[in-house]
């Protein structure tokens, strides 16, 4: 089953990754044939399995709460695509 | 000249530093003229650090003449695109950070510069590490130096055929499904990717982090096991990292094999396997066993056949979520001339990113988004959960696994690059090493036609030392790995 167009924008803007109409063509192919090959995982009986997210037994790794130098501010910045005086400069986020 | 750098791997050119028969600044040298000489051939090198190496050879052999000198001191090396590199621009071979100069230092970084490493540039890969052949570069492909025309294999290509080519004495590459071991394969070189947490991730650029590792491509066992010395152990910057301590891995290449069991997992031989690389396991594995192993052929792993489609959900879901960060605002690429906030992040993504890395974006938004959630992800990790209890079942009756570490020999460069599903597949043998978290080595083992085949071999969890004394013995008892090609 060949993923809609509509199905791809709707990932796209979850993403937020802009595609052009050629994108959207080969993505919907591409995934579709990726997606089935997916398809196998399902005939596996996975009831009473639990899912394992990391395969180290390490739980809820904590430390102590210390204060330490972060960087210097310029450093920072200076991989900034555009900043202004201490600041990163964006688009503006509200009209 | 570059003669000599062209061979020597770390233990030998320790000895040579040591008994002052050459310099670092000399080994420094003869390295950069090598990348001269080859690169416009390899493209292996995304920035030569020149001068900062011959700054830092300098300082080695500083360090070697007040006799305050360790076994990498001095020793021209060449790091993965992907670490963080203070004051080194890294690149991960995209455009989405072509400028961007890392504020510190991964943490492998740190610890080789106070080894007293060498850089002498970062090595060339496939973008965020999402490829098989180093063709998804945002720069250049990397070529295989034994045959121009085919890949090193990926994502750590530019790494693999760097050692293979003598750019560099040893490599750090990363990898996530392979990416270390599928190139050493393809170029001939010896790498490991040690177990999950046994190395820091701490400035390693995240794509998929539960199972991403760091590790060391070089030109035999004994160098793999000097890196490791170097630059495994507990980081509190990387929670992942374990708080376990790390042995001498040299202690355990003794070359004394007898009684260890080896187990020869069947679902890794079957169909797309080409024959050459099947008849050059046999040859392998019966070398082994005249060495005084014993193997196993009646190992099965059934859940093989899924780690494929395990890989290709966990991965890019992982992958998702982390690359979301470049949103062309703190650093890195932004698309000029959108009109709104929204439109500029939008463009930037699209312009900033190659095809295979907006198609894993993809994959992994839908797998991890309502309605599909449970189906894909969930699924996944359940199977995850089935495939790390085969690997436990067979340890308890084998010291060691092994299969090849790629179904064929290097392929045409463009071959496999329009078909993404045929790509993946080159990984077969190794992604499910990295599903489980587990550690494995992929050695030479042998040529079909001139091209390398590698052979790999997989440890219970923190068992280096297991996998490292086999394939050291291997190598001491064959001359695959001496073999290099011709540029």
Redo the contacts between chains.
């Keep these: 089953m060949k993923l809609s167009r509509e199905e791809?924008l709707?990932?796209?803007r979850?993403?937020?990754?802009?595609?052009?109409d050629e994108?959207v063509e080969r993505?919907r192919e591409?995934?579709s044939?990726?997606?089935e090959?997916?398809e196998?995982?399902?005939s596996?009986d996975?009831d009473d399995?639990?899912?394992?997210?990391?395969?180290?037994a390490?739980q809820n790794?904590l430390?102590e709460d210390e204060s330490c130098d972060s960087?210097?501010r310029q450093?920072?910045l200076?991989?900034?695509?555009?900043q202004d005086e201490d600041s990163?400069r964006?688009?503006?986020?509200l009209e | 000249m570059a003669t000599y750098n062209n061979q020597l791997t770390i233990h030998e050119a320790h000895k040579l530093l040591m008994e002052k028969k050459v310099s670092s600044v000399e080994l420094t040298e003869a390295c950069l003229e090598r990348i001269k000489q080859v690169e416009p051939h390899v493209s292996a090198i995304v920035t030569v650090t020149d001068e900062l190496a011959m700054e830092q050879a300098r300082r080695a052999d500083e360090l070697i003449a007040s006799g305050d000198s360790r076994p990498l001191t001095g020793i021209p090396t060449l790091i993965k695109d992907v670490m963080c590199t203070r004051g080194v621009r890294t690149t991960c071979s995209s455009k989405m950070l072509e400028?961007?100069?890392p504020?510190?230092d991964a943490t492998v970084v740190e610890k080789l510069n106070s080894a007293g490493m060498v850089m002498v540039g970062k090595a060339n890969m496939d973008e965020f590490a999402m490829g098989s052949s180093t063709e998804h570069s945002a720069f250049f492909p990397t070529h295989n130096p034994w045959d121009l025309s085919r890949v090193p294999g990926g994502s750590s290509g530019g790494s693999a055929a760097a050692v293979a080519a003598g750019e560099a004495v040893y490599a750090l590459g990363s990898d996530t499904g392979g990416s270390i071991r599928q190139p050493a394969g393809f170029c001939s070189v010896t790498g490991l990717k040690p177990t999950?947490?046994r190395v820091s991730r701490y400035g390693l650029v995240a794509f998929a982090?539960?199972l991403d590792q760091i590790g060391p491509l070089t030109q035999d066992v004994t160098d793999c096991a000097l890196v490791m010395n170097a630059i495994a152990g507990h980081d509190?910057r990387d929670?992942?990292s374990?708080?376990y301590s790390v042995p001498d891995y040299t202690q355990c290449l003794t070359g004394e094999i007898k009684g260890m069991k080896i187990g020869i997992p069947k679902e890794y031989f079957v169909e797309g396997m080409q024959p050459e690389v099947e008849t050059a396991m046999k040859v392998a594995i019966a070398k082994l066993e005249e060495l005084g192993a014993s193997v196993g052929w009646e190992v099965s792993l059934p859940?093989t056949?899924?780690a494929?489609?395990?890989y290709?959900?966990i991965a890019p879901s992982e992958a998702?979520a982390n690359l979301?960060r470049y949103?062309?605002?703190?650093?890195?690429?932004?698309y000029q001339g959108?009109e709104?906030?929204?439109?500029?992040?939008?463009?930037t993504?699209?312009?900033g990113?190659g095809a295979e890395v907006?198609?894993r974006?993809?994959?992994g938004?839908?797998a991890l988004?309502a309605g599909y959630y449970d189906?894909?992800y969930?699924?996944?990790?359940?199977?995850?959960?089935?495939i790390?209890r085969e690997f436990d079942a067979a340890f308890e009756k084998y010291d060691v696994l092994v299969t090849p570490t790629s179904p064929t020999v290097p392929f045409k460069i463009g071959e496999k690059l329009d078909d993404?599903?045929q790509m993946y597949l080159s990984d077969v043998c190794t992604l499910p090493i990295n599903?489980?978290?587990?550690p494995a080595i992929s050695i030479p083992v042998g040529f079909a036609d001139d091209l390398p085949i590698g052979m790999q071999i997989i440890g219970k969890?923190f068992a280096e030392e297991t996998i490292l004394k086999i394939a050291h013995t291997y190598q001491e008892a064959t001359e695959w790995h001496k073999r290099r090609p011709e540029l």
């Design positions: 791809v709707h990932i796209a979850l993403a937020r990754l802009g595609l052009s994108e993505a591409q995934l044939h990726i997606l090959n997916f196998i995982l399902q596996v996975t399995v639990p899912p394992t997210a990391q395969s180290l390490l790794v430390r960087f210097p450093e920072i200076a991989n900034a695509p555009q990163f964006v688009r503006a986020v | 400028n961007f100069v504020p510190y999950y947490g982090s539960s509190s929670s992942t374990a708080p859940s056949p899924h494929l489609a395990v290709y959900i998702s979301a949103d062309g605002t703190k650093y890195g690429f932004r959108a709104t906030m929204w439109d500029t992040m939008d463009k993504r699209q312009h990113f907006k198609r974006i993809m994959l938004t839908y988004s189906a894909y969930l699924k996944a990790q359940k199977v995850r959960t089935l790390r993404p599903v599903i489980a978290g587990l969890p």
